[in-house]
């Protein structure tokens, strides 16, 4: 997310496409709203449903689900087509639009309503509208991130935004509303599967760099993981492996030993704060809960883990304690911190997270190399010196200046920040970002005051100004990849430049600056190789931006990934495609192997399910209920507002079929899961689609398996959920779970 929600307050018009924060984001929606109304900005909502977010927008663009590239190709065919693209940003600051440009023109407007459905005419007047209301903001959440080419779709909101110069300006930008309070904060400490805390990856250099900020021997962590043979013969650390991301678990435990990269099928498996029906496939999953060793859930609710599988044995339940029952900073969606207090004790036995991963450490023998930097309290960690440690390490996006010093600061001075632009008007604070929205470049004690916008030039860095990163080389094809006659304000450089390094600042005379504990840092990681990311002193930041630069370089945004498997972003239909004659045009990807494990794209796709399957699903939320549903649905004044799952049926649809509102249907998936729900005849779907809520749980296959859960810890209401009936699908570069286009069939129960 590159701005902040209050931010929004400033834009002159919002594009939202897969999002539905009326129930999503209630409290984020005041902000759109709030535009809406002060500025008169045009609200555009781009869903396959008419959601309760659409009931307020001026424009409503009712997209086939799973066609987000053509439909934003078709609004850029237009803004070509009429000149209304902003050059000189593209040629200071874009690399490669000319290659979408060429992928554009094959979006004419019939094309675009051949695969979207959606009018040209419409489409024209959205792009109008973004054209002659600029700075407008693009918002997007997970009906544009959950599909096999998810990160074409997100690239493709990007391209919009770049290509009519938006991004970097106030006002602007792209926000991509995330999903819990913490999820931008648990993404930045390492939780994906293919890097280290703070993006560094998992290469040797990367590894190292954290045994030093962890004190640790690099040899000790190599000693912690397996030696494989690669294809030449050769030893190989698994430390440098991308894991498998836990959408993929299931194949994990259920593949063919040989077809997976590493030594073993997985034989245990350990969900922290994670409900299962929340994952697709959840037949795979039963039959996958059921071959495992061990199953451990960490919790405070047992979830649907304990209805799912059939096993009598090897499964634990450790009570977690919730977020009321501890303290620590969280990071939300806009990079901002805030310090949480506890509101009571931990209840019953339960523990809080980070006591029990101490108690882990402790059993498997390697609590004193964990927690060296972190001090103990009997086997309570001190969550301060967590974040301390955080910061001493996360150069790489400025996650070193918030110490818990000032955070703490911040919550006992909220007042005193302005609320559309975060900054803190005099008091204790004066001049910060509510939070220290990273990057907070430098050390605490240099006093960045965060950055609540990113890119945006017309501050000094010092100031929370930046520019584009130079994260990809210098150049590219012949071309310059660095920023052109644009730089942010202040900069004694002017011109675009590489990222920082110690040879850098001796090149440039500005060395000098350094004090000598920060130059003997630096000597002390790898001499004038050293740069803004591995100098643990935060030297070479702290002089960088006293001169006005940004530490990580000042380059152009890249409109082409190529290292992506589809550089452009391109158009391919969901594997479960309803349109046979899209699918010659606008295939899948060849199956192939990632992260360990093979995936399947054309063995799917090349399977006609659609005439059996004749409907689209898609899934989604509801604003009393949250993820898996345990938690919501045993809270009773909650579970009073939703006491059934539930399909949107358009009421065409119902009436051929001959079923009523309310009566019970199935829903058949061509992966062979079936779910027994009620029926909501609504036009808020078109015809030929059905939604459902995916946080029910606790029936399977129209079995009601209330017995199952502990005594006394079932929740009030029990429902099918929807993941027994979605299907196989993963976005070509995250291996984010298809959730939200697939095929079904809907029978009168
Ligand atoms: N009350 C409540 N709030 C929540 C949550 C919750 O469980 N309950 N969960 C939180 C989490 S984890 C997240 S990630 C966010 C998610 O927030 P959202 O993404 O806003 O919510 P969803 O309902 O999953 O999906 C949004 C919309 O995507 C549409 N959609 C389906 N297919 C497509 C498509 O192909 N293209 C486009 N453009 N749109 C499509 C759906 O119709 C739906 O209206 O919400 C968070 N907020
Ligand atoms: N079909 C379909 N499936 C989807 C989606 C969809 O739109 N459609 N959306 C997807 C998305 S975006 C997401 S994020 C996932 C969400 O799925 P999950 O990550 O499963 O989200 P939740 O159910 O909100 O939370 C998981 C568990 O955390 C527990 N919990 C709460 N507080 C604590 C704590 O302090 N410590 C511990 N250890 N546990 C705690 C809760 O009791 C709950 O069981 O679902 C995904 N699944
Ligand atoms: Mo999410």
Redesign the pocket.
Known sequence: MTYSYNDIHNSRAIFL?????A????VSLLHLLRAKEVNNAPFIV????F?R?AAHADEYVR??????VA?IWGILWHVFENGWEDKDFIRQRVWGMDQVKAEVAKWTPEEVERVTGVPGSQLKRVARTLANNRPFTII?????T??HIGNN?VRAYCNLGLALGVIGTSGGGTNI????DN?QGATDVGGGNDTLPGYYGLIEGAWKHWARVWGVEYDYILGRFATVKDKEGKDESMSTKAGMPVSRWIDGVLEAKENIDQPDNLRAMIYQGHAPNSQTRMTDMKEAMEKLDLLVVIDPYPTVSAILHDRTDGVYLLPAATQFETVGSVTASNRSLQWREKVMEPMFECKTDQEIIYLFAQKLGFADELFKNIAVNGTEPVVEDILREINRGMWTIGYTGQSPERLKLHMANQYTFDRTTLRAVGGPADGDYYGLPWPCWGTPEMKHPGTANLYDTSLPVADGGLCFRANFGVERDGQNLLAEDSWPVGSEIEDGYPEFTMAMLKELGWDGDLTAEERSAIEAVAGDKTNWKTDLSGGIQRVAIAHGCAPFGNAKARSVVWNFPDPVPLHREPLYSPRRDLVADYPTYEDRKFWRLPVLYKTIQDQDFSTDFPTIL??????????G?DE?RSNPWLAELQQDMFVEINPYDANNKGIRDGEMVWIHSPEGGKVNVMALLTDRVGRGVA?MP??FGGWYQGEDRRSRYPSGADPYVLGESVNTVTTYGYDSVTQMQE???TLCRIEKA
């Open positions: 496409i897969g999002g539905n924060p129930e999503a984001h209630p781009c869903d396959p449903r959601t977010t997209l086939r689900s799973g066609t987000d439909l997007w959440c997970m009906g544009g959950q599909h779709n509303f995330r999903g819990h999820v898609t899934s989604g939320r509801l604003v009393e209920y949250e993820g549903g919501t939604f995916f946080h959730t939200k286009t």
